[in-house]
């Protein structure tokens, strides 16, 4: 059974900073793309990251971009975000997720291996 588990979540005040991890079982995606999703209340769930399989190319949304790092540890199937200078408008529950056929794409819609997310919440 293919699994996708993220961690590190959790309440951090605005400016502060949070790792998450992800941890991949069943299966190994070095050689896929690894994506970090978000879905804040009542928002449609976005691509904010994404890593090609060997870890040599990233892309971050706008929202995020010089604040939010992307990586990758092929050699525990897992992958990090980190995230630094947290706002208020970055509180959303967080989803890493894989897609298997690819090995680099910033389609949101390729990415067919999810976790079950993990809460963030900045206060301001």
């Known amino acids: 059974q293919v699994q996708l588990v993220e961690s590190g979540g959790g309440l951090v005040q605005a400016g502060g900073s949070l790792r998450l991890s992800c941890a991949a079982s069943g299966r190994t995606f070095s050689g896929n793309a690894m994506g970090w999703f978000r879905q804040a209340p009542g928002k449609d769930r976005e691509l904010i990251a994404s890593i090609s399989g060997s870890g040599s190319q990233t892309s971050y949304a706008d929202s995020v971009k010089g604040r939010f790092t992307m990586s990758r540890d092929n050699a525990k199937n897992t992958v990090y975000l980190q995230m630094n200078s947290l706002k208020p408008e970055d509180t959303a529950v967080y989803y890493c997720?894989?897609?298997?056929?690819?090995?680099?794409?910033?389609?949101?819609?390729?990415?067919?291996?999810w976790g079950q997310g993990t809460q963030v919440t900045v206060s301001s």
């Open positions: 997720a894989a897609a298997s056929k690819h090995w680099y794409t910033v389609d949101g819609q390729k990415y067919d291996y």
